[in-house]
């Protein structure tokens, strides 16, 4: 997608939208993928309503970028090497909560203890790539286009986008960011936006009104022009509406003033506002914790995050509520676990198995999901967690059971949905 400006730059850094831009644009990618980009850019993005109405659920992957220790917030509590392997941060087995005789939950995660609870939440552990990768940003690039040992360059989602017949940037979004997801990356129409409030065309303003502007401007061009401008003025008219009514989470929900807060606060808003969002991506970073990791307890640097992670999660599906979460499912990714044993600096270096985290209405919840390869030296990858469950093949199974897609093959080209009911068929 063409980067057409960037909040926050100065002035000559921002390029000019002109007719002939936009057509040139239009020419070397197609009319739908140009204004994709400029949707995704030179807006600081908002959904309009779709063109056709989607009866799947809405897929919301949350990515927790870093590398996230999956091994803390879900416990294996019951192998005796987790402890032998961390004995300066591991969570004591009284501190645990929900769980089972095998695993137990991060005290930090107590927000979503009633969902747990009431089986919309669970997860899935020793789940992650098919080969260890250390590097972030290589293992977040082969995460996101999911297709290894093949010549794919987009990203998942996209291929997902495709094969639901998606034909307008306002179906897939990527919350708290002005460029889409690089999971979004391909043909298919995928916009980026900061907030629902902060959506706007750049230059928009009462003596200066670019958006009408925009819709004079492509009044007269050929319908594979107009016909994107017009998703283009439609979606501001539609963000317009949301930000002018102040929002007031449902059932009591307190969203933290965070970035992941407010992003998950914005997708709700989508959701309940009809949108036609079929998926949305949102990103938690700073999960690298090499050093200073902590204990279980209030003002650690682990405990902290996670306590963060789950009032967020638990303030969206309490706002949602249980009708809402019906046509939900949110998903957590992340580009490798952490090791097992903890390092000399008090953190963890980078592993490779990890757990996944499952929230939604259609989620078989209350347990861990996965077949647990234990962490005795034998059974470890080089001193990792070995992964026993293809992430691709839990979203594999989504996919078809939640979102209506019947051929999964399309999206992950060698991964069968093999995953053992992790959700629901709607």
């Known amino acids: 997608m063409p980067d057409l400006s960037c909040d926050g730059c100065a002035d000559d850094q921002r ?50 970028r870093g590398g996230f220790d999956g091994l803390s917030a879900i416990v294996p509590a019951g192998d005796p090497a987790y402890y032998a392997a961390r004995p300066g941060i591991a969570v004591p087995k009284a501190q645990l909560i929900g769980g089972d005789s095998r695993f137990g939950l991060h005290p930090a995660l107590a927000p979503l203890l009633p ?54 940037p306002m179906q897939a979004v990527s919350v708290g960011s002005m460029m889409p997801a690089r999971v979004m990356a391909g043909p298919a129409p995928a916009l980026g936006m900061k907030s629902i409030d902060e959506f706007a065309l750049y230059g928009d303003q009462k003596d200066q009104p670019m958006a009408d502007t925009l819709a004079k401007l492509y009044a007269g061009a050929p319908t594979v022009l107009s016909g994107p401008a017009r998703q283009v003025t439609t979606s501001l008219a539609t963000t317009k509406a949301l930000a002018a009514k102040p929002y007031q989470p449902a059932g009591g929900a307190v969203y933290p003033d965070d970035t992941l807060g407010r992003a998950l606060r914005d997708v709700a808003r989508l959701i309940k506002g009809n949108a036609g969002l079929m998926s949305a991506c949102v990103d938690s970073g700073d999960w690298d914790m090499h050093e200073n990791f902590g204990i279980a307890e209030t003002g650690k640097r682990m405990h902290d995050k996670l306590a963060k992670l789950a009032e967020a999660l638990a303030a969206f599906a309490t706002d949602l509520g249980p009708a809402g979460m019906k046509r939900v499912t949110l998903v957590t990714v992340s580009e490798f676990g952490r090791r097992v044993r903890e390092n000399g600096s008090g953190g963890l270096d980078h592993g490779y198995g990890n757990a996944m985290l499952l929230l939604g209405g259609g989620v078989v919840g209350g347990k861990v999901h996965g077949r647990w390869p234990g962490l005795g030296e034998r059974h470890l990858v080089d001193g990792d967690l070995a992964v026993t469950t293809d992430y691709r093949a839990v979203i594999a199974e989504i996919l078809r059971k939640r979102c209506g897609l019947a051929n999964t093959r399309s999206v992950f080209p060698d991964v069968r949905t093999t995953t053992s009911g992790v959700v629901r068929p709607r």
């Open 115 to 168: 969902f747990w609870k009431a089986g919309t939440f669970g997860a899935v552990q020793a789940a992650g790539q098919t080969a260890p990768n250390r590097s972030h940003f290589s293992a977040m690039e082969q995460l996101e286009r999911a297709a290894p040992g093949t010549s794919m360059r987009t990203g998942w989602l996209d291929r997902l986008l495709g094969g639901l017949g998606a034909t307008s």
């Open 15 to 64: 390029t000019t939208m002109t007719r002939r831009r936009v057509l040139g644009n239009a020419a070397a990618a197609g009319a739908a993928g140009a204004f994709a980009g400029l949707a995704g850019d030179l807006l600081s993005t908002q959904l309009a309503f779709a063109a056709g109405r989607y009866t799947g659920d809405v897929l919301v992957v949350l990515s927790l």
